[in-house]
């Protein structure tokens, strides 16, 4: 939603100024007229405002959930966490609540003047606490998905980062050798006017390669193709096809897969929890997708659903198919325990996720260990070879 600055006059005939959130400079408008301000000129304020930290939302959620199951009412809740909220746009978010909760809106529709900060999930998971007056679990929900969700991401970092530090670690001292040390060896070489060793030509062609302006082209032309990538990935065709790619490429099939699915489950089993229809679940919970190839095959599923069809038997013929998840997921129909047997099923994928992880991680490192090896072998038998064959020749 827009936040703008504003200049209006009240009925004393003293100028105000402030900033607002408001969908229009009409809404914005009407807003102040109540307040008994007359507004003179407005316009658009902090583009950059839209983002909000998200670990900030899950503490503002965290805060939320344990004053209002403490008895607190939301309006006054809010008015308890606004003075200690650190991220400024945050703060002038939750201002923004209060307002609209004291001219009347639901919780639920002031959330909804933030669909850019606050996803759909835990919208609909307010209004469902709204709906069946259990707004403290519904609060509850929220700020268990956004732990899990974080703690997630928080793992995923964590098994990424020792391969990651290692390439880095690796190309900086490959570039430091090949641009400040190799040059030094190759005039040493010319003096004497040896013969070189095709092992020592190679490098002094990298070398050089390296030192070139060719390379600063290359680096020009990586940046600039994959800027244009980025673009195009927020082009609904090319983003389709993209996404399309993912599930057709053995490489990434599985993982993306099962990725999905991890984040779909986990979101469609606190929806059922809250109250939330199946049906109804299924819509929103797609949205936690972030692969528009598979909300597709939701799509599908959910058409299954409308016809009559269980939904195991919905998702045994769509790409989510797997014995596991069939399984699981009939189970959980016969047994009348539904949404717990989802919520198992996410946990299901989320250990696979890991275990592939660690699996891939476990193979990667030592080949970049490996490869770091035969790299320094290879130099120095490249550089010292012809020094011995310098000594010779001295001597």
């Known amino acids: 939603m827009p936040h703008y600055k504003w200049v209006g006059i009240n009925l004393n005939g003293n100028f105000i100024k402030g900033k607002n959130f408001a969908i229009s400079v009409d809404d914005l408008n009407v807003e102040l007229l109540q307040k008994e301000i007359g507004l003179l000129r407005a316009r658009k304020y902090n583009p950059k405002f839209n983002f909000v930290k998200r670990k900030s939302i899950r503490l503002f959620f965290g805060q939320l959930s344990k004053l209002v199951n403490s008895g607190i009412r939301i309006f006054n809740a809010l008015g308890i966490i606004y003075p200690d909220t650190k991220d400024k746009n945050l703060k002038n978010i939750i201002k923004s609540l209060k307002d609209n909760l004291a001219q009347g809106l639901t919780f639920t529709n002031a959330l909804k003047k933030h669909e850019n900060i606050f ?10 606490g709204n709906s069946s007056g259990k707004i403290g679990q519904a609060l509850a929900l929220i700020d268990h998905r956004l732990k899990t969700i974080d703690d997630f991401s928080k793992k995923l970092k964590s098994a990424l980062m020792m391969p990651i530090i290692t390439i880095i670690f690796f190309i900086v001292i490959a570039l430091s050798i090949f641009i400040f040390v190799v040059p030094r060896f190759e005039s040493i070489f010319e003096v004497f006017n040896q013969p070189l060793p095709q092992s020592t030509k190679i490098i002094f062609g990298i070398s050089k390669f390296l030192r070139s302006i060719n390379l600063f082209y290359i680096l020009f032309a990586v940046v600039f193709l994959g800027l244009i990538f980025f673009k195009l990935k927020k082009r609904e065709n090319f983003k389709s096809k993209y996404h399309k790619f993912l599930i057709i490429c053995p490489l990434t099939k599985n993982f ?5 699915n991890y984040f779909f489950l986990n979101c469609l089993a606190l929806l059922l929890k809250s109250g939330i ?3 109804n679940g299924l819509i929103i919970a797609k949205k936690a997708i972030n692969n528009l190839f598979l909300q597709n095959e939701i799509d599908k599923i959910i058409l299954n659903l409308e016809n009559g069809r269980s939904l195991a038997d919905s998702i045994k013929c769509s790409i989510f198919s797997s014995n596991e998840f069939y399984t699981m997921i009939n189970v959980g129909q016969e047994s009348g325990n539904f949404a717990e047997s989802i919520f198992n099923t996410s946990q299901f994928y989320q250990d696979k996720i890991y275990q592939k992880l660690n ?3 476990s193979i990667i490192q030592p080949l970049l260990l490996i490869f770091i090896g035969l790299f320094i072998a290879f130099l120095i038998y490249s550089v010292y070879v012809p020094i011995f064959n310098m ?3 001295i001597s």
């Open 391 to 393: 000594s010779n020749v």
């Open 256 to 260: 993306v897969i099962q990725l999905n």
């Open 277 to 279: 229809h199946l049906t």
């Open 119 to 128: 996803d759909h999930v835990s919208i609909a998971l307010i209004d469902s």
């Open 359 to 361: 699996f891939w991680i």
